[in-house]
């Protein structure tokens, strides 16, 4: 009986203890919920209105281009000769970047650079045998624009009325050292005199007879001049004939890739060389429909690049087309804008996507909110506006661009205004694509 006594006693023992420690367990969570709830009223729930300078700009994406660019091919068929070039390197309009191997193209090409000798001596002896040919021209041509000034000038002496002129007057004066001259000049505006007008009538006529004599002379050598023009076609059609052997630079640029090696052989169309001038890159981008109006010719642009990271260049505006496409249901309309020189030596792959920045207006002061301090409702958008009682006050506001996590804004407040946060803001940041 006392053993049972003694287990019904340990047993009342274990269930207060189990209540003591359930009880202190309620009241550590609670105390903990206290904490918490202590923590939460004493975080941040204001914030100040600052003012930002904000930049209004314009977002948009193209591709990296350069003007000129060339992807040079090739015109015959054949064996490839010599390589001048490797990707890096800078020619001059009319570098011979490759040759092919003459014997490994048709019988035509080789023909032509005979064809070429003879053309060239032909055209050579044509011009030496008549080498005033050349003067003849370019006398006449300034013969015809001292004729065509001539005229101007005396059609401006007859019909002007207020022609600048001068008048002079001698008188002899006797002084105590002897007779002296004296002379007397006059500056007025009036028709030309009956001299002037004879002079220049008489200047029109020798320059006339100047032009004439000119014209007729260099109508004689007509014919040779024909003759010159068709050695000069030869001449042409030959080396036309023969630079299909060769791929050669048509501007000043950088060689971008070289396809080819010594012994390649190829075929008429294969590319063979990309160059371009890489100091005249652009970015040709979309802009919608929406910002177009904001988008000005000389506007300054900063551009970054997919491919290279934390490079940013920089330019402006330089086109706009004024007709619209659609793209994907949305109109939108090209804008082009030319970058600056690049001056250190930078990898700048043509093709990539170029991200844009176009600066629609210049940075001005402009106050901007925390997020969490935006409410919505009916009436628009507000903020609870701290007083110096610790009161709050509505004001109404408009929102504009996010600046991080602050919001632009417009309305009755100042820099430095406290606002409350709360935990739900019912701002909506603004569709960047239009609509709602």
Do not use: C
């Amino acid at each position: 009986m006392s053993a049972i006594l003694n287990v019904l006693k340990n047993k009342k023992i274990r269930n207060w203890s189990i209540a003591v420690v359930t009880v202190v367990a309620v009241i550590l969570v609670g105390l903990g919920f206290s904490s918490a709830k202590t923590v939460s009223a004493t975080a941040a729930t204001e914030a100040k209105v600052v003012s930002l300078d904000v930049t209004e700009t314009v977002e948009a994406s193209g591709s990296l281009e350069a003007q000129p660019f060339a992807s040079l091919d090739w015109k015959t068929s054949g064996t490839v000769e010599a390589v001048n070039v490797k990707p890096g390197d800078f020619v001059k309009a009319g570098d011979i970047l490759l040759t092919l191997q003459p014997e490994s193209t048709s019988a035509s090409i080789v023909s032509a650079q005979a064809d070429l000798v003879t053309a060239q001596k032909n055209l050579e002896d044509l011009l030496n045998s008549d080498s005033d040919l050349a003067q003849d021209i370019i006398d006449l041509k300034d013969a015809q624009e001292k004729y065509d000034s001539a005229a101007y000038h005396l059609k401006y002496l007859q019909t002007e009325k207020r022609i600048p002129l001068v008048d002079s007057d001698v008188y002899v004066n006797q002084t105590a050292r002897g007779y002296e001259y004296q002379y007397k000049t006059r500056h007025y505006k009036g028709p030309a005199t009956e001299d002037m007008l004879t002079e220049a009538a008489n200047d029109l006529e020798l320059k006339r007879a100047t032009l004439e004599d000119l014209q007729r002379k260099v109508d004689r050598l007509k014919d040779k001049d024909q003759d010159i023009l068709a050695a000069q076609a030869k001449v042409d059609a030959a080396q036309a004939t023969v630079n299909t052997l060769s791929i050669i630079a048509p501007f000043d640029g950088e060689v971008l890739s070289v396809n080819d090696r010594a012994g390649d052989v190829v075929t008429t169309g294969d590319l063979s060389v990309n160059v371009a001038d890489m100091n005249h890159l652009y970015v040709e981008t979309q802009v919608d429909e929406s910002d177009i109006a904001n988008v000005k010719l000389g506007n300054q642009a900063e551009v970054t690049l997919d491919a290279v990271t934390g490079v940013t260049l920089t330019g402006k505006v330089t086109a706009i087309n004024p007709v619209g496409e659609v793209v994907s249901g949305l109109v939108k309309y090209t804008v082009r804008v030319d970058l600056d020189k690049v001056k250190d030596k930078t990898f700048l792959p043509l093709g990539t996507t170029a991200n844009v920045v176009i600066q629609t207006k210049a940075a001005t002061a402009t106050l901007a909110v925390a997020i969490a301090a935006i409410q919505n409702d009916s009436a628009g958008e507000y903020v609870w506006v701290v007083q110096s009682d610790g009161s709050a006050n509505r004001i109404d506001i408009v929102s504009g661009a996010l600046i991080g996590d602050q919001v632009a804004i417009s309305g009755d407040l100042k820099d430095g205004d406290l606002v409350q946060l709360v935990h739900e803001s019912s701002f909506e940041a603004p569709n960047p694509f239009g609509g709602n």
